[in-house]
């Protein structure tokens, strides 16, 4: 089995690194505010259950080889502005698909853009794979724009492969390769 190191990856604003033990004050500024649609699947949305989540839930899929959690830190304003994470990682094949989510407050400041551009350069560089790629509803317009603008090529769509609340939907596929960088 291989995985994942825990990287530090730098971008114009923003520290994309693992969440870890000494961010419990950082993580509960951002539920006091109601906000945990910025941070990973799996985060509790409870101030108490920070601590414990930190020491174990955070780094568990970079410790299993399944993927990674990172979070999109301003460096300048000193807060978490949402997460980026990687899924599904396949040694064999070395592909791995990426996910993102910004605070509803920080949406439209090219955020998303600027994390996904740069974790997928880390993936296809030092994270050794040399596939990346990722779904979107394709009526998530946001979400959509946000891959083409990090540079990820349309493969094309999945038809009713996505369940929200609100039903099935359509999901476009993308991706970037190692070649393409
Ligand atoms: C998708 C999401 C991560 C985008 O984050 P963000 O930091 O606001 O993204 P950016 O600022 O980098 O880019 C957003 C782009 O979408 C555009 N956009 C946003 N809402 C739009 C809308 N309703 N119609 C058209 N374009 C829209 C913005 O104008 C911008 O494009 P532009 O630079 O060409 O103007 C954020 O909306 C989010 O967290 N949504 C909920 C979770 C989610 O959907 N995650 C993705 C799952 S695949």
Redesign the pocket.
């Known amino acids: 089995m291989s995985s994942f190191p825990s990287p530090v990856i730098r971008s114009a604003r923003l520290d994309l690194r693992e969440y870890d033990a000494g961010d419990a004050g950082l993580v509960r500024g951002l539920l006091e505010h109601g906000i945990p649609?910025a941070l990973p699947p799996g985060a509790p949305s409870d101030p108490d259950e920070v601590s414990g989540w930190l020491d174990g839930g955070a780094q568990r899929a970079r410790k299993e080889g399944t993927g990674l959690h990172l979070m999109m830190l301003d460096r300048a304003a000193g807060k978490i502005v949402?997460s980026i994470g990687l899924f599904h990682a396949d040694w064999e094949v070395r592909s791995v698909e990426i996910?993102?989510?910004?605070d509803a407050g920080?949406?439209?400041?090219?955020?998303?853009?600027e994390a996904l551009g740069a974790v997928a350069r880390w993936v296809l560089t030092e994270g050794g794979l040399q596939r990346a790629w990722?779904?979107?509803n394709t009526d998530?317009?946001?979400?959509v724009?946000?891959a083409e603008?990090a540079g990820f090529h349309r493969e094309g769509t999945l038809r009713r492969a996505g369940l929200e609340d609100d039903g099935l939907h359509d999901q476009a596929l993308f991706s970037l390769l190692d070649d393409e960088l």
């Open positions: 649609e949402g996910g993102y989510g910004v920080e949406r439209g400041q090219g955020y998303a853009t990722l779904t979107a998530n317009v946001a979400s724009r946000v603008k």
